[in-house]
């Protein structure tokens, strides 16, 4: 069926509401079209009715009138649940009454359909003011098409629509630039968010609409390849969402996905992903360019008064040409980019589009788009492995720090990157679906090696600190454990590009091992000599933990907020110590016993719990770490001492959870009481320390926390109860559903209890759960770790038998499985 067989048929039916709406479903559910042309059928099948709307008055249509699409309705590209801008013009000739009957007969209807509207009523002079006056507004005449009426009066607008914004261009653009560079910040990045808004993040739909209003200025252009087909793949992804949710919405919602995929015919939610961030990257990478060739010609056109002025009208009709100042071999700087020198070679240089890259990321300039183009088209290929300069221009480039991300994205887009790295196609526009992460796998990539290049001072070898940053997730890629296949790939990689034996070890070690120290910290305790030990053995030199530390923080810091905490980082940079002692010939510190003599302060909380027979509380501010701006608290610092009985674990943890205190770590240990206060022979005290800090607000006193312990531990507060309201009202996105959560056993963990590992949504009382069906099964818990990354818990839990010793392997596994069932139910 052609649009003009939809036009007929509608026609026939009814030119009012309910025909236009019958014609209308039947296009949108019509299997055989989509993309543009349903979006042209659809604004064709508009336009007739509208049209009819607009002649069929009792009193005729006034003269001197017209009905005039603007803005996406005006270029045709209307998806299923877009709003009309209609704007109805006219000459000021017509009677008012007239003029409001025929606005009711076009508005009503389309409000009647439940159709989103934008309208306006205005004359030739009142349309041009407002678009002086309005940005907005001046972009959506841009694309004025005639829908009824005076044909004239639309052709009359259009021409001096456009001969004003040329004639404004050099105040309207900057203007144009500084709403996209706004809304970008609003919006984010589209090439990278995994729940994008297709229209006004960076990359989107306006971006691609403020790049056509450029090119209509008639002061720069967009590079076209490529270009509109970014924009058609964005305009079919928002017409399948449309429909997927019967909404006019353009953000692409986690829960949508998958239908949005199915819709288009795409195989998973991933790969409709990647496709959006690749279009994206198009449209956002043209901007780029446009929007700096705009700049440049602003800047000649506003010299040139004063140049002329300077020679004192005697310029002959010369033109000043730029000033080029040498960068490197075969690259110079001219107006603000850097550009191919005239006597560079391409096609003999194989190492130039690294030198390129190097040098105009260290100067901070872009690389120009010329320069990119015949790079890619001429550049000889390097030799396997690469010649040592190559290595170091790579290194170069990576240690730039923040200008090597637009260089790098320069690359990406004429696909050099993947000509010098074949295995980054892979990880290229691959999304992380872990709220957690900020970035694709490749653009984290990238930002883990400008977060590295200010660490650099910190190690002795930062070359291998910047490749092992680039390459550290590149096994995400692949199946399996990403850490493992990472190994392999970034060997191969390194030896490629030139490395050393010994060099190419050590990089393959720290991809390997990238996750093991902010891991073995954040859920291990490091008062157990086997973690240490552990983690010398995997890591195995010195200057290969320097390396892997630096690398840690780097890699967490280029994640994403949740990802690295001044907590972490000292627990990170306490396990290296530790780690360094041992890898420097020192034997790790034995972990004290349960029977080790507790301090003063432990030893009188311990003697007030057995004396009062109810819990008493020690609260103290952590000393913290020093930063750049001072010393930064890690919390505070809670101890709790309480006569031994079962369920301590859970009820502290329950009110813990009742005055939204986060907890980071938890240790447990029995206080054998001392002769002399009337204990009885073997008596003894829990104590459990805690640090903890406020969610939000400020600490709660150590009254209130006593008060309410007590009340728990006698039976009158059902900590339970009370927990269950605030889960009941904790927020939750719908439609989304957390994965289960998953107990294991974390084998040879520790020599001297069984290390259960929990992963879970994180929620209130989710510890307080936990420690009750430890408890259920019988096991003392010796100490808690506990690490929440977004939404996500990561807990470890070392728990013994009732003999002290550690579980055997059956009775470790029945644990898990009862603690995994009761945070499953």
């Not at 709403?179 to 989107?204: F, M, S, T």
Request: proline share 5%; aromatic share 4%; with cysteine.
């Amino acid at each position: 069926m052609t649009s003009m067989d939809v036009r007929t048929e509608a026609e026939a039916e009814d030119s009012g509401p309910s025909g236009y709406a019958a014609a209308r479903l039947r296009l949108l559910h019509e299997e055989a079209r989509s993309g543009p042309p349903r979006r042209s059928a659809l604004a064709e099948l508009t336009d007739d009715w509208l049209a009819g709307l607009f002649r069929t008055g009792p009193a005729g249509t006034p003269r001197g009138a017209a009905l005039i699409a603007v803005g996406g309705y005006g270029r045709g590209e209307l998806s299923p649940r877009s709003d009309l801008d209609l704007l109805l013009l006219h000459d000021g000739s017509a009677d008012p009454k007239e003029l409001a009957a025929l606005a009711d007969r076009l508005w009503y209807p389309v409000w009647d359909l439940g159709i989103a509207l934008d309208h306006s009523v205005r004359t030739p002079t009142e349309a041009r003011k407002t678009a002086g006056e309005d940005l907005k507004a001046h972009l959506g005449l841009l694309d004025a098409r005639h829908v009824a009426g005076d044909l004239g009066m639309t052709t009359a607008l259009r021409t001096a629509v456009l001969a004003d914004w040329r004639n404004q261009a050099p105040k309207r653009l900057p203007e144009l630039r500084e709403l996209c560079e706004e809304r970008a910040e609003r919006h984010g990045e589209l090439g990278h968010l995994l729940e994008p808004d297709l229209k006004e993040a960076r990359g989107g739909l306006r971006d691609a609409t403020a790049l056509r209003a450029v090119a209509a200025s008639w002061l720069a252009d967009a590079p076209r390849e490529g270009l509109d087909e970014a924009r058609r793949r964005l305009l079919d992804v928002r017409d399948a969402l449309h429909l997927t949710t019967g909404r006019a919405t353009d953000r692409l919602a986690l829960q949508e996905q998958d239908q949005v995929a199915d819709g288009l015919g795409l195989l998973d939610a991933d790969t409709l992903l990647r496709q959006v961030y690749e279009a994206a990257r198009v449209v956002a990478y043209a901007g780029d360019v446009t929007w700096r060739e705009v700049g440049r010609v602003l800047r000649a056109r506003a010299g040139r008064p004063r140049l002329r002025a300077m020679l004192g009208g005697r310029s002959g009709g010369r033109t000043a040409v730029a000033e080029r100042s040498p960068l490197a071999e075969g690259v110079v700087e001219q107006d603000g980019e850097a550009v191919l020198a005239r006597a560079a070679r391409p096609e003999r240089d194989a190492v130039l589009p690294l030198r390129a890259a190097a040098a105009a990321a260290q100067a901070g300039l872009p690389l120009s788009l010329h320069a990119v183009r015949r790079l890619a088209a001429t550049a000889r290929p390097l030799t396997t492995p690469w010649p040592a300069e190559a290595r170091e221009q790579l290194v170069t480039l990576l240690g730039a720090g923040r200008p090597t991300v637009q260089v790098w994205e320069a690359l990406e887009a004429e696909g050099l990157v993947t000509r010098l790295l074949p295995d980054w196609e892979r990880v290229r526009c691959r999304p992380q679906r872990n709220a957690v992460h900020t970035w694709t796998v490749d653009r984290h990539l990238v930002e883990t090696a400008v977060r590295a290049s200010a660490l650099t001072r910190r190690v002795g070898r930062p070359d291998l600190l910047l490749v092992a940053a680039l390459l550290h997730d590149i096994g995400k890629g692949w199946p399996g454990d990403h850490s493992t296949a990472g190994e392999t790939i970034a060997r191969d990689v390194a030896a490629r590009i030139g490395f050393d034996a010994g060099d190419v070890a050590v990089v393959a070690r720290l991809v390997r091992h990238h996750l093991l120290l902010v891991e073995t910290a954040t859920r291990r305790d490091l008062d157990d000599p086997a973690t240490v030990r552990g983690v010398a053995e995997a890591v195995g030199a010195v200057g290969t933990l320097e390396l892997l530390h630096a690398l840690t923080e780097a890699d967490a810091l280029a994640t994403g907020p949740a990802a690295w905490s001044t907590w972490r980082g000292a627990l990170v940079a306490d396990l290296v110590k530790r780690v360094t002692a041992v890898l420097s010939g020192e034997a790790p510190e034995e972990r004290a016993t349960e029977d080790a003599a507790p301090t003063a302060e432990q030893e009188r909380l311990a003697v007030e719990a057995y004396r009062t027979g109810g819990p008493v509380l020690s609260m103290r501010a952590d000393s913290g770490v020093s930063s750049e701006d001072g010393p930064e608290p890690l919390g505070v610092e809670l101890v709790v001492a309480v006569p031994e009985r079962p369920g301590v674990l859970s009820s502290v943890a329950g009110v813990l959870a009742l005055h939204r205190l986060a907890v980071r770590t938890a240790e447990l240990r029995a206080v054998t009481l001392p002769s002399g206060f009337g204990a009885a022979s073997g008596d003894s005290v829990l104590l459990l320390s805690w640090r903890v800090a406020a969610q939000y607000g400020s600490m709660p006193q150590a009254a209130r926390l006593r008060a309410d312990l007590v009340r728990v531990l006698d039976g009158s507060l059902d900590i339970e109860a009370r927990l269950a309201e605030r889960e009941a009202a904790y927020p939750r996105r719908r439609g989304t559903v957390a994965p289960p959560a998953r107990v294991t056993v974390a084998p040879a963990a520790s020599r001297l209890a069984t290390v259960i590992e929990v992963r879970a949504q994180d929620a209130p009382g989710l510890l307080h759960r936990i420690g009750r069906a430890l408890e259920a099964a019988g096991v003392a818990v010796r100490s808690a770790h506990v690490s929440t990354l977004g939404a996500n818990a990561v807990d470890a839990f070392y728990v013994t038998g009732a003999d002290g010793a550690p579980l055997e392997g059956e009775a470790a596994a029945g644990v898990a499985r009862g603690v995994e069932g009761v945070l499953r139910a």
